[in-house]
């Protein structure tokens, strides 16, 4: 069966620092594969996604997530964190023919001042 | 303004009460998901629907029920006989093909 997994829950970062939250996929074949971001008590916003083609996926608000077939992961990178980035990010992936998504149990970052 | 809109933000159920929850879009999508969330878990799907006046049931589906009677629209009841009820519950929509959901601002479903 397809899942997602975030192997981390917390993460705590200093203001500045780079960051990268961890995301491996278990799909028969490549999944489109996404991350969304939950501010506390908010929906979930897109912030990239990647469905073929160049693995380096560039989203909004400075992040990026890189798929490695190799190593079934979609990890997500910022170089440079902001206190505003304090939220749950989530994971999520799907088979290209089918509707549904399979989420990760999502991690939570925290930003030192 | 294009989105998806769900109504109330926080929602409080007496014991042995049917309560429903409200979602609305006007992206023009096809398919529309209930899910539950849980402090610290990812998202679980309850029923999805890909078409109007017909839905499935998704991972969790007992102690709910949905409609889909027309395209903009796919309330959640919660009825008495789901005994946990209390979580954040968020609807979604899609194209047909399902490409990227989008996801409503949520309810919070309190227990008395």
């Known amino acids: 069966a397809q899942s997602v997994t975030q192997p981390d829950i917390h993460i705590t970062v200093s203001e500045g620092a780079s960051l990268e939250l961890r995301c491996n996929y278990s799909?028969?074949?490549?999944?489109?594969l996404f991350w969304y971001v939950q501010s506390p008590g908010q929906g979930l916003q897109l912030l990239l996604k990647y469905f073929s083609g160049d693995t380096l996926v560039q989203g909004i608000k400075g992040f990026e997530a890189e798929f490695k077939r190799s190593q079934s992961s979609f990890n997500l990178r910022k170089p440079s964190v902001h206190w505003s980035d304090a939220a749950e990010y989530f994971c999520a992936g799907k088979h290209n023919a089918g509707n549904m998504l399979t989420f990760g149990g999502g991690t939570r970052l925290m930003v030192k001042p | 303004d294009g989105g998806i809109t769900q109504s109330p933000k926080y929602l409080f159920r007496k014991e042995g009460q049917n309560v429903t929850l409200s979602c609305e879009q006007n992206?023009?999508?096809?398919?529309m998901y209930w899910y539950r969330q849980d402090p610290g878990q990812g998202l679980r799907l309850i029923y999805y629907s890909q078409i109007v006046n017909d839905f499935q049931k998704g991972d969790i589906a007992e102690g709910y029920s949905v409609s889909r009677e027309k395209k903009e629209s796919f309330p959640l009841t919660v009825t008495s006989a789901q005994k946990n009820p209390t979580a954040f519950y968020l609807c979604?929509?899609?194209?047909?093909?399902?490409?990227?959901?989008?996801f409503g601002p949520g309810t919070r479903l309190l227990v008395l």
């Open positions: 992206l023009n999508h096809d398919a």
């Open positions: 979604a929509s899609s194209t047909t093909g399902g490409e990227t959901q989008y």
């Open positions: 799909y028969g074949a490549t999944p489109y």
